[in-house]
């Protein structure tokens, strides 16, 4: 089945530094890819996207390139802030337009933390 | 604009109790999802409708059941709870799969079984 893994462990950095975090893919068909951000005792939000290989999915100041050779969506920043702090969920959709209706599968989440 | 609304936004209940959880999705968004978060977990899939019919199924218990209505808000019924049942349950809705048009969550519903 489909699944994403995201890299490991929260990540703590300090405000202006630059962020990544990788998220890799495993999927049978040609998913969307997304990033989601989830801030303390909130909901789901969602932050980019990108449905098709080489789209760059941006908001906010964050990008991700979806690399289907790589099956890769990592999630970078060029300069964080104190506010970016929170969960960040990679994810992707099964949508196929008849045979499965677009059910989310979601990484682990990274925890981020930035400090002023 | 409007959002998915769900409700309540907390709920407490004792085990073997039932819960009821209802969803109310974007006006003309056909498809509902409903996923289940614990706690310091990833959101997992349980079971989603298009058009008013079940459409695809995750890791839902079979004390769980769900379905969704003519004016397309859906309910989640939870019977027997247990305390592993405690958790953070999303709704989304979309238009036709979501992966074009996106996804919108709800707040979520806070379920604590005690």
């Known amino acids: 089945g489909d699944s994403v893994t995201q890299m490991e462990g929260p990540v703590t950095l300090s405000e202006e530094a630059f962020l990544t975090i990788n998220c890799t893919y495993t999927?049978?068909?040609?998913?969307?890819l997304f990033w989601y951000v989830q801030y303390p005792g909130e909901g789901l939000q969602l932050l980019l996207k990108?449905?098709?290989?080489?789209d760059k999915g941006s908001n906010k100041g964050f990008e991700a390139t979806y690399r289907k050779e790589t099956t890769s969506f990592h999630l970078e920043k060029g300069s964080v802030q104190v506010s970016d702090s929170a969960v960040y969920f990679c994810?992707?959709?099964?949508?196929?337009?008849?045979?499965?209706?677009?059910?989310?599968?979601f990484g682990q989440g990274t925890i981020l933390t930035v400090h002023p | 604009a409007a959002g998915v609304i769900q409700s309540p936004r907390h709920l407490i209940k004792e085990k073997r109790e039932t819960a009821t959880l209802k969803c109310y999705p974007i006006?003309?968004?056909?498809?509902v999802y409903w996923y289940q978060q614990g706690p310091g977990q990833d959101p997992q899939f349980l079971i989603s409708?298009?058009?008013?019919?079940?459409?695809d199924k995750g890791s839902i218990p079979d004390r769980f059941s769900a379905q969704q209505f003519s004016d397309y808000h859906s309910e989640l019924n939870m019977s027997s709870l247990e305390l592993g049942d405690s958790a953070l349950y999303f709704c989304?809705?979309?238009?036709?799969?979501?992966?074009?048009?996106?996804?919108?969550f709800g707040s979520g519903t806070r379920l604590t079984v005690v």
């Open positions: 990108a449905t098709k290989a080489d």
């Open positions: 006006p003309r968004h056909d498809t």
């Open positions: 994810a992707l959709s099964d949508f196929s337009g008849g045979t499965s209706y677009g059910k989310l599968t």
């Open positions: 999927a049978t068909g040609y998913p969307s």
């Open positions: 989304a809705s979309s238009f036709y799969g979501g992966s074009n048009y996106g996804y919108t």
């Open positions: 409708f298009y058009e008013k019919m079940q459409s």
